[in-house]
């Protein structure tokens, strides 16, 4: 891929995630993570007649953006994942679609506790590479690429 082909992320942004319900949450770039997380407030495994679900809940209560909804999906792993601290946790990954500068695009999340962070969203560079550069003094410039487009009027 060539260079000009990618676009600049910011440090920081504002992303949606439709199939959840989410809109302008807010995400951190971290281009020391592998793979994005998510913070998730409860998850457990449930045997059902279809197989093994997980059920989840995105957010803590006195998040702005908490949606008071359980999700429930069949398609999830379980990964080993060393956290900030060098501590290796066992956490869930599901898949979703997340939406920057208006594309749509297919990653995983780890779900994960991080109710003292100010970012419910980390996006790593399973997600990131190939697609955008990080200029880490810019913020904000997907979230403003969709205000823009909206405030534009054709007459």
């Keep these: 891929m060539i260079f ?9 942004d504002k992303a ?3 199939s959840w319900g ?7 770039i971290d281009s020391g993570a592998y793979r994005s997380s998510i913070d998730c407030s409860f998850a457990k495994v449930y045997k059902t007649a279809e197989g ?15 949606i008071d909804q359980v999700f429930e ?9 060393k956290s900030s ?4 946790q066992k956490r869930y990954i599901v898949k979703t679609i997340i939406t920057l500068f208006g ?5 995983e ?16 560079r399973k997600l990131l590479n190939k697609k955008f550069v990080i200029d880490t003094s810019k913020t904000n410039l997907s979230f403003r690429s969709k205000t823009t487009k909206k405030k534009k009027i054709d007459y």
Excluded: C, Q, W
């Excluded at 000009?4 to 920081?12: C, L, N, P, V, Y």
């Excluded at 999906?73 to 994942?81: G, I, M, Q």
């Design 4 to 12: 000009d082909e990618k676009r600049i992320i910011g440090k920081s």
């Design 16 to 18: 949606d995630l439709p």
């Design 22 to 28: 989410l809109k302008n949450i807010p995400v951190k």
């Design 52 to 66: 093994r679900k997980l059920k989840f809940t995105l957010l803590r209560k006195d998040h702005p953006l908490y």
């Design 73 to 81: 999906t069949l398609e999830f792993k379980t990964s080993r994942v």
């Design 85 to 88: 601290n060098g501590e290796n």
């Design 103 to 107: 594309k749509s695009y297919a990653t």
């Design 109 to 124: 999340f780890s779900l994960s506790t991080r109710p003292d962070m100010r970012f419910p969203i980390l996006l790593g």
